[in-house]
């Protein structure tokens, strides 16, 4: 690689090691298997990123990722309007979709509480999300939070926020059980998780 | 993410998925990440593509990636035009090249020899080498291919193929060094490594 910053392997290289879980030796690895492939791979890459980046917004309703807002979720008259789903990113939402388990909606936090990072309340559209609950007229709020001191803290706080509000004191709040995960060992699992699991154990 | 397979973003994490290294999660994430970075990202990572794709060749000498060709290294008078250094791909070039210890010049195979993935003399064109070393007088050839099996037969077969032609049989051939890495603890290293830097110990 030549000395000269403007040439523009090295420009690839550092946007790409800049991606999360990529570092400079990963970057440098994938451009060069992109420019042995420029037809095939890089081009249509080039085009993909274009193309998601002119078509793809962020939905006014819920947050969500897609290429119309309200996204198709929001749209979908066949989904329950009265059950909506807390998560912190868009990435929850797809991996609940990808179970097929839940017919309601959801709502995109962007975030956790973190008083660390400095994220508070506004950050994260809380007002907007009672706001949504109130005029939706919503029956159910899921808390699906990772199990984190930052996620279960937001979760209790949106529940008390919730509880503050006289005409959302009605909605029924739930949080995803805890246990042991489906398909794995108990071995590899932490102590946390397997007392939960036992104290929560079913018939 | 819909269901339908012509949704841009399952288009850029298909595409993303397909690079080495990464895998359909990490290829979500960095998806969702750049989604969330449009500006100051996204459309400069697909800027950066297409740039590198039009602007990179592959140098017709010795088969680095540069922007132009011959490239910087081959067309620099004042790097020393009768050392070549053999190597099996443009990431090792580099990855010399950033040791700033080197002053010849190179010759990217662009593999090794495998007979398990049905590589041979030809796919490497070590025809052209030999035609290349003998238009430019070397003097000294350095095999700097990987401590493989793969690369050792490959840095075999080119060295026999060089004392088989007359006019080369001057030329000078060496291997890189083999022992202890700089930094490396004793501890994890093989004893294959141990055993060879005790027998080529120095002063």
Redesign the interface.
């Known amino acids: 690689?030549?000395s000269n910053a403007a040439?523009?392997?090295e420009?690839?290289v550092r946007?790409?090691a800049?991606?999360?879980?990529?570092g400079s030796r990963?970057a440098?690895?994938?451009?060069?298997?992109?420019?042995q492939r420029?037809d095939d791979?890089?081009?249509?890459?080039?085009?993909?990123?274009?193309?998601?980046?002119e078509?793809?917004k962020n939905c006014m309703s819920c947050g969500n990722?897609?290429?119309s807002t309200p996204c198709?979720i929001c749209a979908d008259d066949t989904r329950d309007l009265q059950q909506i789903c807390i998560v912190s990113?868009?990435?929850d939402l797809?991996a609940i979709?990808?179970t097929g388990a839940y017919r309601g909606r959801y709502f995109v936090l962007g975030g956790l509480l973190s008083a660390l990072d400095g994220i508070g309340p506004d950050d994260l559209g809380i007002e907007r999300l009672l706001a949504k609950l109130a005029e939706e007229r919503t029956q159910e709020v899921i808390l699906a939070l990772s199990a984190t001191v930052n996620g279960q803290s937001t979760a209790h706080y949106i529940a008390d926020q919730i509880a503050g509000v006289p005409d959302l004191s009605a909605i029924q709040i739930s949080r995803l059980a805890h246990g042991v995960p489906v398909g794995g060992e108990l071995d590899y699992l932490d102590e946390g998780t397997i007392a939960t699991a036992l104290k929560k154990r079913t018939a």
């Open positions: 690689m030549r040439s523009p392997i420009t690839l946007q790409l800049g991606l999360p879980g990529l990963s440098r690895r994938i451009a060069l298997h992109l420019l420029k791979k890089m081009l249509p890459l080039a085009f993909a990123l274009q193309d998601a980046a078509k793809i990722l897609d290429m198709h990113q868009v990435s797809w979709e990808r």
